[in-house]
């Protein structure tokens, strides 16, 4: 399914991925922007309220924010009751070992949602990636949450560890009152020095795409589109948004097509300094990667479910854009001979 | 994609014209992509 | 239509103008509403500052536009997205 009007082109992006501190106050191994330490350069408080200025100006609906830790600003609360007053909702990605009553407070509020990521059901799974005692705390984030009965959602990516607890976290998740969102290991950040050893195998990943046509209510955050069944067509995407529908903007300012793809070839431009509506409207990586066709996938018969997958994905195990997911359900002759061709 | 009634025509136009049928394309998102 | 009512965006429903006509997001889903309205309603008109007739006496001064199909449309549309639930009426005290 691919959308006319998203096709010709949206005056900006429905929401926008906002990366907005590389500090964490956690090393996870697979961290998608390589989190951790401070880096020379992070916006000022200032100068992200003049990018939440700017994306109110241009009516983006919604910042999907987090970093690093967002919770490890210390203007974060304040940033995110500035976008609230511009009336962007924020859906906010977090580690959760920071919440306490005091922040879960602040965070009661209707244009609030929030993820906390686990990436197992217990410590011992969760804690291998996300480092010991994680676990713990993030639990006990999620209870001062529930307590205030904010809408929370539970997010796992899906690795090598994650696969046989998806249950055991469908249940977790439930017993919190919690939804599940079971999201794409990506070779990024760290994740390309773990992608190795973490990464689920074809036949996990069949079994996975099987698992989430028996889990309706598990969303997947629009990634898992590229091994989407035919029975989940309606729940989301059918293609990547990235240039179409959402972009990434960094710690540092940078605008990028996507979270995933933070690398010098594509940057866009850079907030607030450049006004956001040429780099949306104008920049030529923003126009190439709007005119991105996988070709090779176009005779498939699963084309209409994923338009040929993640790009991203694509470009960081195969070298290039413009090839099929290496993740993709129909692992089609034709994507192996065309990623076989790679040298 | 659903869809009420057909799809009407959207190519630019010099003069704006009063629209022809109402219909409403939806789709459904979920993240769009955002990040874990 | 009605000159006591006016029309407010639901809760968890936003809107925003589009060279096609009006974008809704709505977040309970989350789901997108491509309208292809043209030029006939502004997203400002979900502020509830208009009632109906005043919105088509503005958009038939704009455009000198048949006043009866401009009306036919606008309780059209404003029926379809009372219809999918992303708009509410209001009375006008």
Known sequence: MSNQYVERGLSAPVNVTWEVTYRCNLSCIHCLSDSGENRNGELTTEQCRKVIDAMSANKVFQFSIGGGEPFVREDFLDLMDYAHEKGILTCISTNGTMIDDEIAGRLNHKLVYIQVSLEGATSESNDTIRGQGSFRKALKGLE??????????????????????????????????????????????????????????????????????????????DSFFSVTHEDRKALGLNMCGACKLTCCVSPTGEVYPCAFLQEKEFMAGKLPEMAFAPIWANSSVFESFRELEIRSCESCTRFELCHGGCPAIAYHTLKKLGLPDPGCLANCVTAKSVASGIT | MDREMDTMELECQEEPSIVEEITMDEMAVDGICGIY | MSSGTVYRLAD??????????????????????????????????????????????????????????????????????????????QSVC
Not at chain 1, 186 to 199: D, E, I, M, T, Y
Request: hydrophobic content about 40%; aromatic content about 10%; overall charge positive.
């Open chain 3, 12 to 89: 968890g429903v936003q809107v925003r103008r589009e060279k096609f006509g009006l974008l809704f997001y709505d977040y309970r889903g989350p789901k997108l509403y491509f309208l292809p309205s043209r030029d006939l309603i502004e997203d400002k008109f979900f502020d509830g500052t208009l009632t109906a007739p005043q919105l088509v006496e503005s958009v038939c001064a704009e455009h000198d536009w048949p006043r009866q199909e401009v009306s036919s449309k606008v309780s059209q549309i404003l029926e379809l997205l009372k219809t999918k639930g992303l708009i509410h009426e």
């Open chain 1, 144 to 221: 001062y949450l529930k307590k205030r009965d904010i809408e929370v959602s539970i997010n796992t990516v899906l690795t090598k560890l994650s696969f046989p607890e998806l249950d055991a976290l469908a249940a977790l998740a439930a017993s919190l009152g919690a939804k599940l969102r079971v999201s794409r290991f990506r070779p990024s950040g760290r994740g390309k020095k773990s992608w190795a050893h973490l990464n689920v195998s074809k036949k996990q990943m069949l079994a996975f795409s099987d698992w989430l046509s028996e889990h309706m209510g598990v969303s997947t955050g």
